[in-house]
C-alpha cells in the first residue's frame, strides 16, 4: 500500500491576520468575516457550526451574530458543535448568541443523529497513529452538516491547545464536535493511548492526522469556510473584555493552510512554557462554564505537564454538579473514577461497559494525575465529599480553600498567598502550561 499523506488540501486562505501583539477589536473581526464571505460571493443557504458555550470566549458568537446579520434569510440553521456536552439553554443562546431567533438553532445528538459519510481503512490509521490503533476509523458527522443541501458551511471556531487532537478546531470541529459515538470514542481513546503528553500543543498528532484525512476525502464538494480565531490574556496596557482577553489573530480559508498559520500564532499565545515545576496550582473554574469534571478537568489536562512529582492542584469549582455530561458517561466515571493508565487499560480489557464507551475510558485517563501528584477539587453544593474521593480526587471544603487562595484577588501566574507560592489560572481552558524540560522530554517519547 502506498504510504498515505495526511498534509491536507492547502485550500484558498482569505484572510491571515494576527499576531502576538496584534490586537483586533470586535468590529474589525467582524468586518474581516464580512471581508472573506464576500469574497466568495452570494450564497442561498448558509449553514454556522459554531461552539457551545463551553468554547465562549472563542468570539465564535460575535461571528456567527456578523453571519447572520451578514446573510439574513440564507443563514438558515445554527448548529452549535456540542460533541459530547449537553444542548444550550435558553439563557446560553442569548448570553453567546444575542439577537438571533432561537429557532434557527439545531441540537446535535451525538448518538442518534450522525450518518457515516465514510470509512478511513486500518492500514491507513495504523500509519496516521504510529500503530496505537489500527481499526478502520469511521468518519461521522451530523445529518444536516452531511446531508442539509447548503451551498455554504461556515465552521467557526479557536485554535488552543487541547488534549485530544493537539490543538483544538478546523476538522475537529466538524468529525468531533458534529460527530457520532463510534467516531468519537475512537478518536479520544487514541488520543490517550498516544499519550497526551506527546500531543498537547502540537499541531501534527495522529487524530489530527485522521481529521484531516476525513476532511479531504469525505466533505466532497461541500463548500466550508473555516473561520479560525486566536485568543489570549490582554498585555499590559491592553484593554481586554471582562475576563481580560483579546483576540489576536483570525484566519479564515477553505482548506488546511489557514489552521496552519493559526496554529503557529496560538502556539506562541497560549502555551506557557517554564523554567521550573510548579509545587502548588490554583485554577477557577467560571461556574456559568464549567459545571461537570468533563469539562473541568481542563484543569488537570492543561497543567499536568508543569506540576511537580508530590505538587497539588488545587480546583476551585463552584458550578460543579455532575462528572460526565451524558448520564451514561457520567455512570462510568463514578464506577471507575480518575485512576492510572495501567489501571484504566486493565478496566477496559475486563468490563464491556467501559469497552463499549472508549471516550469514557479516554476521560478517565486524562484526568489522571497518573499519582504524581494530587488533584483537589473544591466544589460547591452539587458535589459531596464522598462523591469527589469516590472517583479518586482529594476533597476540599470550597469557602475555607476560597478564603486561602481568593479568585478576585490572585493574578494569573505566581503568587504569594500567606507565605505560600502558588501558580494561579483563571481559565484553563485558554491555554497549556508544562515545564519545559518536561514538555521536551515528552517529544522524545514513543
Known amino acids: 500500500m502506498t504510504q498515505p499523506s495526511f498534509a491536507g488540501n492547502p485550500g484558498e486562505t482569505l484572510i491571515s491576520y494576527g499576531g502576538v501583539d496584534t490586537v483586533i477589536d470586535d468590529q474589525q473581526l467582524c468586518a474581516l468575516l464580512v471581508e472573506a464571505c464576500e469574497k466568495l460571493g452570494p450564497q442561498q443557504r448558509v449553514l454556522a457550526v459554531p461552539p457551545d458555550f463551553t468554547r465562549a470566549d472563542s468570539r465564535a458568537g460575535l461571528l456567527t451574530t456578523a453571519a447572520h446579520q451578514y446573510y439574513g434569510a440564507a443563514l438558515c440553521d445554527i448548529l452549535p458543535a456540542l460533541g459530547t456536552h449537553d444542548p444550550m439553554p435558553a439563557w446560553q443562546l442569548d448570553r453567546m448568541f444575542p439577537g438571533i431567533p432561537h429557532d434557527l438553532f439545531r441540537v446535535h445528538d451525538w448518538r442518534n443523529d450522525v450518518v457515516t459519510v465514510g470509512t478511513i481503512e486500518s492500514e491507513t490509521v495504523s500509519a496516521a497513529t504510529e500503530g496505537v490503533w489500527d481499526r478502520p476509523w469511521p468518519a461521522q458527522l451530523n445529518q444536516l452538516v452531511a446531508h442539509g443541501g447548503h451551498d455554504l458551511i461556515l465552521s467557526i471556531g479557536q485554535v488552543v491547545p487541547h488534549e485530544v487532537v493537539g ?8 468529525f468531533v464536535g458534529t460527530g457520532g459515538k463510534d467516531g468519537i470514542n475512537e478518536s479520544h481513546f487514541i488520543g490517550a493511548a498516544y499519550g497526551m503528553e506527546r500531543m498537547m500543543g502540537r499541531a501534527d498528532t495522529p487524530t489530527r492526522r485522521l481529521l484531516t484525512l476525513a476532511s479531504d476525502r469525505f466533505l466532497g464538494d461541500r463548500l466550508v469556510l473555516w473561520v479560525l480565531t486566536v485568543v489570549g490574556p490582554a498585555k499590559e496596557g491592553e484593554q481586554g473584555d471582562h475576563h481580560g482577553l483579546v483576540t489576536r489573530g483570525v484566519y479564515i480559508g477553505t482548506g488546511i493552510d489557514c489552521f496552519e498559520q493559526a496554529c503557529a500564532l496560538a502556539q506562541l499565545v497560549n502555551f506557557q512554557q517554564l523554567d521550573e515545576e510548579l509545587d502548588t496550582v490554583v485554577v477557577y473554574l ?21 506540576i511537580a512529582d508530590g505538587g497539588e492542584l488545587i480546583v476551585l469549582a463552584p458550578g460543579l454538579e455532575t462528572f460526565g455530561e451524558d448520564k451514561a458517561i457520567d455512570a462510568l466515571i463514578r464506577k471507575y473514577g480518575y485512576r492510572t493508565t495501567p489501571e484504566i487499560m486493565a478496566a477496559l480489557e475486563n468490563n ?47 469557602e475555607d480553600y476560597r478564603q486561602r487562595y481568593d479568585p478576585t484577588q490572585l493574578r494569573p501566574g505566581f503568587n504569594s498567598c500567606q507565605g505560600q507560592r502558588v501558580f494561579y489560572i483563571p481559565n484553563p481552558a485558554l491555554g497549556l502550561w508544562a515545564y519545559r524540560g518536561r514538555f521536551a522530554e515528552s517529544n522524545t517519547q514513543s
Open 167 to 174: 490543538m483544538a478546531n478546523h476538522a475537529k470541529n466538524l
Open 286 to 306: 467560571d461556574p456559568e462554564e464549567f459545571h461537570s469534571t468533563w469539562l473541568g478537568n481542563k484543569s488537570v489536562y492543561r497543567t499536568r505537564m508543569a
Open 352 to 398: 464491556v461497559d467501559l469497552g463499549e464507551n472508549l471516550s469514557a475510558a479516554a476521560h478517565l485517563i486524562h484526568g489522571s494525575s497518573e499519582g504524581r501528584f494530587t488533584v483537589r477539587y473544591c466544589p460547591g453544593p452539587g458535589l459531596s465529599r464522598e462523591e469527589i474521593e469516590g472517583v479518586g480526587y482529594a476533597w476540599g471544603d470550597l
